[in-house]
């Protein structure tokens, strides 16, 4: 077998795979019109809701995040949870003061995910307090420490909405995007949004659940967290590969008028171990959990999780978007050099345009085609950074265990 075979045997699958992922960005991205909202309604009734907060070794700005909660929950049926982990005595205070009920719990002695923990010992607590009849919250939502949530949040989802749907997720805004990771960082989030929960909506597949900022119908949550995968290195996608083989057909909607701001990464001390968690729920999860997901397909007959599979397969964005730009000009330069393609047909040159027309129609749609050309020196640098971490992240060492992301502020 010669060099040149093999060469074909290895990069035609890649090739491929490439040009197929260009293809489905362009897809989704075309498909994630978004469609306008009566922002201007006001709502005043809502079902029982609670709000969970577990918070790991809180930073200044939990005073903040409990803060905007209070605003958002004055006068509405609708309790707070805080659960304190490793956080000084003064947040326990705040927060009592502000008449929440704060518990604090340790899970780091404890094997494996410490926020599966945490979300396992919420739960009981919350079935615990609903049969000794002090609860009963129909949704509950989940906010991270940094999560500084609208106090308009609840005013703009009418009661029909909560009747239709089982869960209802929110818009999460930046804070800040003082640099190129935060800048970055932004981007990716809005990119989720329009490929992930404004297209798979219009396309009538279920939305991608956030790990903040979703309202849950209550025994679907508790239910859905007890099936987690405790070998999984993180939350989300395992959650959500649960909710896709749930005999129960879980109906889904994305609501932007209902919005959260949250710290975006600015440092590449926190970019790296953050995006070690992230590639490592994604591939994870898409090694072992890929035959549950073709089986509920086959099963429940639904094509929701064969879409879900396709997301997780996909290569980390900064990464296909340099590694196919350099393979398409090497793929041009050998068939100028060859007169032939390498691979019979031009699948780089084919999977490069495909992702640029896909980023040029999404950075204008978001009016950021300047900062984007500004910042895209820089991008190379976040791909490598960002292969390293995906490859980091399928290690054995990193199933397991939940990696808490530094926060600066």
């Known amino acids: 077998m010669t060099i040149t075979t093999v060469l074909q045997l290895i990069g035609m699958p890649l090739a ?73 005595a003064e947040y326990q205070k705040y927060a009592q003061q502000k008449g929440f009920w704060v518990e604090a719990q340790d899970f780091d002695h404890l094997p494996g995910n410490s926020y599966q ?3 396992r010992f919420i739960s009981q607590r919350i079935y615990a307090r609903q049969n000794q009849r002090m609860i009963n919250p129909e949704f509950v939502m989940l906010l991270d420490k940094d999560n500084l949530i609208a106090p308009d949040f609840f005013d703009h989802i009418p009661p029909r909405v909560f009747d239709q749907y089982d869960i209802i997720q929110g818009k999460r805004l930046s804070l800040s995007t003082t640099n190129a990771v935060s800048f970055f960082d932004h981007m990716a989030e809005r990119l989720n949004d329009t490929m992930f929960r404004y297209a798979k909506q219009n396309l009538g597949c279920m939305i991608e659940i ?10 679907l949550f508790i239910d859905t967290i007890q099936k987690l995968d405790p070998q999984a290195p993180g939350f989300d996608k395992n959650f959500m590969i649960n909710l896709l083989d749930s005999k129960r057909e879980v109906r889904t909607i994305f609501w932007p008028a209902s919005t ?12 790296n171990p953050q995006r070690i968690r992230w590639f490592g729920e994604q591939y994870y999860n898409a090694i072992y959990h890929g035959s549950q997901l073709l089986r509920s397909a086959i099963r429940h007959k639904r094509w929701a999780p064969i879409d879900y599979l396709i997301t997780l397969y996909r290569p980390p964005r900064s990464v296909q978007v340099v590694l196919v730009s350099l393979l398409a000009f090497v793929e041009l330069g050998t068939y100028t050099w060859a007169g032939h393609w390498p691979f019979m047909f031009p699948w780089m040159l084919v999977a490069a345009g495909l992702q640029t027309v896909a ?13 984007s050309v500004r910042y895209s020196l820089r991008l190379p640098l976040l791909a490598m950074h960002n292969f390293g971490n995906a490859m980091k992240s399928i290690r054995k060492e990193n199933q397991g265990k939940f990696i808490h992301t530094k926060h600066h502020l």
Do not use: M
Not at 212 to 219: N, V, Y
């Open 16 to 88: 491929i795979y490439f040009c197929f992922y260009g293809f489905y960005w362009l897809i989704l991205v075309l498909a994630g019109r978004e469609k306008a909202h009566q922002k201007f309604l006001i709502n005043r009734d809502n079902p029982e809701v609670l709000l969970i907060l577990p918070a790991y070794r809180p930073g200044p700005i939990f005073r903040q995040v409990l803060d905007s909660v209070a605003r958002a929950t004055r006068h509405r049926n609708i309790r707070t949870y805080v659960l304190l982990q490793r956080a000084d």
């Open 117 to 119: 923990h945490a979300l």
């Open 210 to 219: 956030s790990g903040s900022g979703a309202l849950i119908e209550t025994d």
């Open 260 to 271: 959260l701001q949250e710290e975006k990464t600015s440092q590449l001390d926190a970019h």
């Open 359 to 371: 980023i040029a129609i999404f950075v204008i749609k978001q009016k950021a085609l300047l900062r």
